[in-house]
Every structure is written in structure tokens, then in C-alpha cells.
């Protein structure tokens, strides 16, 4: 946004400029990767069946019956459950209904609000400021403006994490020569950014494809690679770098991923140190007053050079507007008293014959007055 800006944008385009790049961006990932893991099954297809033929055989050797007739028997099982539980079934399509409708509105609104939060985020945020007192203003105004610096030094190290995730995970699968090496780590980076659930299905997919593309041995050193990678990310790489760039310690962090894991799970896990950074920030710069000392600390929206002149510009366009209208309105009135003064002559001197004749002196003897 600040550098599209910088180069003369206008606020408007350069929140649909990065807004719909966004958007394009992630879906061109998506589609990327989900086109070359569809052709990529489909290669490997043939040598899907034979890897389930060799887990038959090899259960077969260990006294465990696999066959077409087990198969079957599941089938049939799976299919009384059904005619059986019809409601639990329906229950369940309808909450998957319902989830995915929630999680569309959830999108849209969120992309609707993102525009104004782009577009006008500083003007939003003062705006809230001048509800509070005006002695607190300062206070609230900077440390909130530290709060948000914390946050987005948060998502900034969420992302290089994710992507040393996906370079390990992608290098690894490389060197043991597992096929579609990087889509698999752009889905490992993508999954990232989805705590516990996103690590878990994308190793698994990583384990599978080597399963299933190079044999058990190959698959057991793959899930040995992804457990180093996770562990080195989740141990070291999380504490170390997140904690130098939310001011945290790095013990500070595993006791906040821990602790928000144990109240709220999988949710507590992801939102656990962005909210521990922001609170300690906030604390932090309330407790030692920076905003008596804060030479950033802005009570105005920041404005490049050519947005301020742009501005009034515009202001005297509309000044000029305005001074033309106003000047149309009084000539109107002019122009309307004008009419207004000739249409009232006559009618005060209709009204002055009338009251002449309505006066004694003013009418006429009758005739008997006359012969009297």
C-alpha cells in the first residue's frame, strides 16, 4: 500500500491493486499446486495399486487378510451404518452445509471490511482515539500504535517460518527423489498458517507420495524429515526469531503456545503470541509513558508530499464550486425581486382606487340626497 502510494496510487487503486493481487495470488497457488498434484496422482496411479498390492501381500504374510472379500465385508458394514443412522447422517451433511456457509459469509465480510482497513486505516484509528479523553488520547494513541507494530512484526516472522518450513520439507522430498517436490512444499507453506491441523495433513501428504512413489523405506526417512523440520521450526526457529521480533523471551513464547493450546486449542495455539505481544507492547510503553517522548507518534493521518498537495487541490476546486453556486443563488434572488417589484405597482394601486371609493368622500351622492 505505502509504496504504491509512494508512486503517486491513489489510495482507492492501491487497495485494489493489492487486495485483488492478493486474491489472484493465492488462488494462482492453489490452482498451481492442485493441478500438478492431480496430474501427478494420475502418473502415479499405477504405482498406487501396486503399493497396495505389496500392503496385501505383506499383511498376508503377518496373518492379516486384505482381500476383495474384507473390502466387500467393510462396504456392507459402512452401508447398514448408513441405513441405519439416516438422521446422524443428515445432521452431519447439514452442519457441513452450514460450516461452509459460515466460512463464505466469514471470507466476504472479511474482504469487504480489509478494503476500508487499507484504505482508510489511520483515519479509522484516530477516529477511535478522539473517542477517549483528551488527556489519554496520546497514551491510547501510542500504544496502540506499538501494539500494531508488534503484530505485524509477528506476521511478518509467521511467514518466514512457513517458508523455511516449505524450503526444508521441498528440499528434503527433492533429495529423496519424491515427485511434485515444489508443489508439495507450496502446499507445506500454505498449511503452515493453519496451526496443528495444516502441519499434520501436509507431512502426511508428503509421507504418502513418497509411500507411494518410492517405497515403506523412502516414506519411514521422509517422516523423519518432516518430524526435523517441524521440531526445529516448533523448538528453536519459533522461539528464537519470534521472540527477538515481538520483544519476548524465547521461554515466554513455548509457555504462551503451551498454555493456549491447553485453554483453547488448536484456536489458542495460533492466536497465543500475536496477543502476548501485542499486551506486552501496550504495557510496555504505558508503563514507561513513551508517548511524552515519542517523536512518531502522529495525531494526524500521514500523507505522502503529492497526496497533500492533491488534497488541496481538490479543496480549492471545491472552494471555487462553492463560490460559483453561491454566487448563481444570489443572482437568482436578485433576478427574483426584480420580477417580484412590477407585479406589486398595480396591485397597490388597484388597492388604493378601491379604498378611494370605499371612503365617504369618495362615493357619489345618491338622488335622493341630491333632490334633498
Known amino acids: ?17 493489492a487486495e485483488i493481487g492478493m486474491i489472484v495470488g493465492l488462488l494462482a497457488l492453489v490452482a498451481l499446486t492442485g493441478q500438478q498434484l492431480a496430474q501427478g496422482f494420475v502418473s502415479l496411479w499405477s504405482k498406487a495399486l501396486e503399493g497396495y498390492n505389496e500392503l496385501v501381500h ?16 467393510l462396504l456392507e458394514q459402512g452401508r447398514k451404518l448408513a441405513s441405519e443412522n439416516p438422521s446422524s447422517i443428515v445432521r452431519g451433511v447439514s452442519e457441513v452445509g452450514s460450516t461452509a456457509a459460515e466460512v463464505a459469509t466469514g471470507t466476504l465480510i472479511t474482504l469487504f471490511t480489509l478494503v476500508f ?14 473517542l477517549f479523553p483528551r488527556r489519554a488520547r496520546d497514551a491510547v494513541n501510542g500504544a496502540g500504535r506499538a501494539g500494531w507494530k508488534s503484530l505485524g512484526a509477528y506476521v511478518r516472522v509467521q511467514i518466514l517460518v512457513a517458508a523455511i518450513d516449505a524450503v526444508g520439507i521441498g528440499i528434503g522430498a527433492a533429495i529423496l527423489g519424491v515427485p ?11 498449511g503452515s498458517f493453519i496451526p496443528v491441523i495444516g502441519a499434520l495433513l501436509s507431512g502426511a501428504v ?14 519411514l526417512i521422509m517422516i523423519g524429515i518432516v518430524l526435523l523440520v517441524q521440531q526445529l521450526e516448533s523448538h528453536i526457529l519459533q522461539p528464537l526469531i519470534m ?23 488448536a484456536t489458542g495455539a495460533l492466536f497465543a503470541v500475536p496477543v502476548l505481544a501485542v499486551v506486552n507492547s501496550v504495557v510496555r510503553y504505558l508503563a514507561s509513558r513513551g508517548w511524552e ?21 481538490a479543496k480549492r476546486r471545491r472552494g471555487a464550486v462553492e463560490d460559483a453556486a453561491e454566487r448563481v443563488r444570489g443572482r ?22 378601491a379604498e378611494n371609493t370605499d371612503s365617504p368622500q369618495g362615493k357619489k351622492p345618491s338622488r335622493k340626497q341630491g333632490n334633498k
Open 117 to 130: 482497513f487499507l484504505m482508510e486505516g489511520e483515519r479509522i484509528w484516530l477516529f477511535i482515539v478522539g
Open 58 to 73: 505383506w499383511l498376508d504374510n503377518m496373518g492379516y487378510s486384505l482381500g476383495a472379500e474384507q473390502l466387500n465385508q
Open 293 to 313: 517522548n515519542d517523536p512518531q507518534l502522529r495525531t494526524e493521518e500521514f500523507l505522502f508530499p503529492h497526496e497533500v498537495r492533491r488534497r488541496e487541490a
Open 1 to 17: 500500500m505505502y509504496a504504491l502510494r509512494k508512486r503517486g496510487v491513489r489510495a482507492g487503486a492501491a487497495t485494489a491493486i
Open 243 to 265: 521472540g527477538k521480533a515481538v520483544s519476548l523471551h524465547p521461554l515466554a513464547v513455548i509457555f504462551a503456545v503451551a498454555g493456549g493450546s491447553m485453554i483453547f486449542g
Open 332 to 353: 437568482a434572488r436578485t433576478a427574483a425581486g426584480r420580477d417580484e417589484e412590477p407585479a406589486e405597482e398595480p396591485a397597490s394601486a388597484e388597492s388604493a382606487s
Open 180 to 190: 511434485l517436490a515444489i508443489p508439495l512444499g507450496v502446499l507445506v507453506f500454505l
Open 206 to 219: 508428503a509421507v504418502l507420495l513418497a509411500l507411494v512413489a518410492l517405497g515403506p523405506v523412502q516414506a
